[in-house]
């Protein structure tokens, strides 16, 4: 049974919470945030613009910490589960990992790729597993596009697009996701989920070309991005949070033999159509947050290191963030 701590009880930390409540492996033995409303244990409702629900906190299990640094020193923690703003991310991630803990941290894993790498570091030296919450690589309907791209069933891949739309984010503590300073603006709070996928499908590209738009945040709110991934494929992304209302995420993934097309708007949001017509691919019940969160449970319970995402390759897309925006800025394409 892994002995959880979860640091920060907003929209994210509510959700990891009712998630926790579902699982056999784990249980939520302690929390901690910086805002003392948020520890009235089970009083916690924020909810993301998923709505996908929270938790409840268990007063006779969960020990509630208004000092970070002690509760780290309890033996009683096996794992801390980082829900906060992303700049607290790197300090809340390499204390605990330096007191032994493993660390399960929300994306975008660092606020700039120097806290990221300060991140993979203090995991590196200290042998504890750090695993950055990138839900889109559990998410069902995108894992079925990575096993089709890794099996070769439908051939070469020829082109992949990537989309992702909301309004913008308003639920945030102080408001932090609209001070771009803070959240690094939709490109790299929202739009990063579709730059860690491309990474964990392709890994590094040569360089990127981005168009970029500030918007609410003051940073780049709007951006879309060519991946260099040399010349026998095309992939984009665009990402933005600039949309009235509402949320969507979709991509068009086209290979020598058939096209995925996937929109969380529409039922069936997964299509794959070859020359033997359309189909619903079967995929997992679920969706990535329940998996990512299952994943690494089962990754510490067992010991074993979260190849699915490792921390290297969360700071890489961090990386890959870093130079859509200098680009979106520069005008030109930039190296990562
Ligand atoms: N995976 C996803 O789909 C997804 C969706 C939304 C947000 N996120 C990410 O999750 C993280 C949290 O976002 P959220 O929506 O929960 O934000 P939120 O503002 O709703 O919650 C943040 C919580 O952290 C607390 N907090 C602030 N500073 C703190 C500190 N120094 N120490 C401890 N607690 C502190 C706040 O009081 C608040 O309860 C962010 O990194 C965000 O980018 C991920």
Not at 69 to 74: G, N, S
Not at 204 to 210: A, D, G, L, R
Not at 318 to 326: H, L, M
């Amino acid at each position: 049974m892994a002995r959880m701590a979860l640091v920060g009880l907003g929209g994210m930390g509510n959700m990891h919470l009712g998630i926790y409540n579902k699982l056999d492996g784990a249980e939520v033995v302690a929390v901690f945030d910086i805002d003392p409303e948020k520890l009235k244990l089970g009083q916690s409702k924020q909810e993301i613009n998923l709505g996908t629900g929270g938790g409840v906190l268990d007063p006779k299990k969960t020990k509630v910490y208004t000092d970070f640094d002690k509760m780290l020193a309890d033996p009683g923690i096996d794992a801390v589960d980082i829900c906060t703003p992303t700049p607290v991310h790197k300090d809340c991630a390499v204390k605990a990992l330096n007191a032994g803990k493993h660390v399960i941290c929300e994306k975008p894993m660092g606020r700039t790729p120097a806290d990221a790498m300060a991140m993979v570091e203090a995991a590196e030296k200290t042998g504890r597993t750090l695993m950055i919450a990138q839900c889109i690589r559990f998410w069902p309907d995108y894992v079925h596009l990575k096993q089709t791209l890794d099996s070769g069933r439908l051939g070469r891949l020829i082109s992949l697009e990537m989309w992702r739309f909301s309004g913008p984010p308003r639920w945030g503590w102080q408001n932090w996701f609209l001070k771009g300073d803070m959240s690094g603006g939709a490109l790299l709070d929202f739009h990063v989920h579709d730059v860690d996928f491309v990474v964990s499908l392709f890994g590094k590209p040569e360089s990127v070309s981005s168009q970029g738009v500030k918007g609410p945040s003051s940073e780049i709110d709007a951006v879309v991005t060519q991946y260099n991934y040399g010349l026998d494929k095309i992939v984009t992304t665009t990402g933005n949070w600039c949309l009235g209302g509402g949320f969507h995420m979709a991509y068009l993934a086209v290979f020598e033999k058939g096209h995925i097309r996937y929109d969380s708007r529409f039922s069936p949001a997964l299509v794959e159509v070859t020359q033997d017509g359309e189909k619903t691919p079967e995929i997992l019940p679920g969706d990535g947050y329940l998996h990512e969160i299952t994943y690494f449970i089962e990754c510490i319970n067992k010991g074993q290191a979260p190849a699915r995402c490792m921390p290297r390759s969360s700071a890489m897309s961090i990386q890959v963030a870093d130079a859509e925006r200098r680009s979106a800025l520069s005008g030109r394409p930039e190296k990562v």
